[in-house]
């Protein structure tokens, strides 16, 4: 009977191979629907993990955690310099590290901070920290080397470019990976960032080609700086609390009229909500889809059986048995409809991986794309469907009178 079937099979390979497309094709939809929500929130998640509460100016929440916990840039309010220094003073803190953005190099954010952050992120694989403001510390995934020299631009994220020709880093340390946007990130003392722009404000406009003379960063980096309740203001600092009972005083104590407090986590979760919600909607338009495509094949198969009436005649007329036939067009279908769901498991991860590798390249947030054991739950209910469905051309074919069917 196999022998038969695959014969049949490869008579009418072209309609086989249409059908079991457009099968993959529907199902596709709804693995890389999972797949890529999936993938989005446990990226999403681990980097995330390394930073336990965020301080900013009041505003957005989403807006504060996005830009500093994934360096997507955006134009944050400043909070006044005096809260780094409470919170550098604070018994609670085990560490709290300034964020300065605003400048770039080859499309990679550069991030005035301190030292403790170094450490934060899991310390240096290559180098030292830097001792200097002209001195620099590159993430894992940043392509340049020790040593290396280079020039900020500043506001491209903006849609302004402005080259600081004044002002040369030197590469001196590299971070360890990961696994996050900060291993695309360049991590240099905040207080040259402060100073290049400071002298840049001063200074007015930049001459041709947008550069400044040199704003004098050849100096030791000094930590007293951020203790003075007059250092500059700040879009962010991140906090490391030495308890988590210490995390929610300092959360409650940091929301008030001049800051913002959020755990990253929790503003994580909110927008999981949001994400859940949308792969619903997504979810229920593949299904519908999967709906459609399930008709639409049911038809096809059903006009196909009618014209094999002859065949099935045939068959019956040489003594093959009804639950023979209908065994034949049953497995037929089957098999049609798994090679298609099979195949379209596949174009639905690789469509997944795909465009997770093209946000991870955007956003150099790394998305993990695997399938849970839950994940063969649906597949199995799609193929057991699949199967009740090729119930209606088997027993068209099991109910044909062989005499009928050869006058016909």
């Known amino acids: 009977m196999l022998g038969f079937i695959l014969a049949d099979l490869r008579r009418h390979r072209w309609g086989v191979a249409a059908i079991a497309l457009i099968v993959a094709l529907a199902t596709a939809l709804g693995v890389a629907v999972t797949l890529q929500e999936r993938a989005m929130r446990l990226g999403s998640a681990r980097a995330a993990d390394a930073f336990d509460l965020v301080v900013g100016a009041p505003g957005s929440e989403t807006q504060l955690v996005l830009s500093s916990v994934f360096l997507q840039a955006a134009p944050l309010p400043l909070m006044p310099g005096r809260v780094l220094a409470g919170l550098l003073q604070d018994p609670r803190v085990a560490w709290a590290a300034p964020i300065g953005f605003g400048d770039e190099i080859d499309g990679r954010p550069i991030v005035g901070t301190s030292a403790p952050l170094l450490e934060g992120l899991g310390g240096l694989a290559e ?5 200097r403001l002209n001195e620099a510390v590159i993430g894992a995934a940043v392509p340049l080397r020790l040593g290396d020299r280079f020039h900020p631009m500043h506001g491209h994220a903006f849609g302004v470019g402005l080259v600081h020709g004044g002002v040369t880093y030197g590469v001196v340390g590299r971070m360890k990976p990961t696994g996050t946007p900060w291993d ?13 722009h400071h002298a840049e404000a001063a200074a007015g406009p930049a001459g041709p080609g947008g550069a400044q ?5 050849d100096a030791p980096v000094d930590p007293s700086a951020l203790l003075s309740p007059e250092a500059t203001g700040l879009p962010a600092i991140l906090v490391k609390p030495r308890t988590v009972a210490d995390a929610y005083k300092l959360r409650r104590d940091y929301r008030g009229e001049t800051t913002l407090a959020v755990f990253p986590a929790e503003v994580l ?5 949001t994400l859940g919600d949308v792969r619903l909607v997504l979810a229920a338009i593949a299904t519908g889809a999967q709906a459609l495509v399930g008709a ?3 038809l096809a198969i059903l006009v196909h059986v009618l014209q094999r009436r002859r065949q099935i005649g045939a068959l019956r007329a040489f003594g093959a048995a009804r639950l023979a036939v209908f065994s034949i067009v049953w497995l037929e279908v089957v098999l049609v409809l798994g090679a298609g769901l099979l195949v379209g498991v596949g174009l639905g991860w690789a469509g997944a991986r795909a465009l997770s590798n093209q946000l991870a390249r955007q956003t150099g947030v790394p998305m993990p794309v695997g399938f849970m054991p839950e994940d063969a739950m649906p597949l199995a209910l799609l193929l057991l469907a699949g199967a009740v469905v090729a119930v209606v051309p088997a027993v068209l074919a099991y109910r044909q009178s062989p005499a009928e069917a050869l006058r016909g």
């Open 213 to 217: 003379p040199d704003e004098g960063l």
């Open 269 to 273: 979760t909110r927008l999981y909500g």
């Open 127 to 131: 180098g030292r920290g830097f001792g």
């Open 184 to 196: 695309r990130a360049v991590l240099v003392p905040i207080e040259a960032v402060w100073r290049i």
């Open 296 to 298: 639409a094949i049911l």
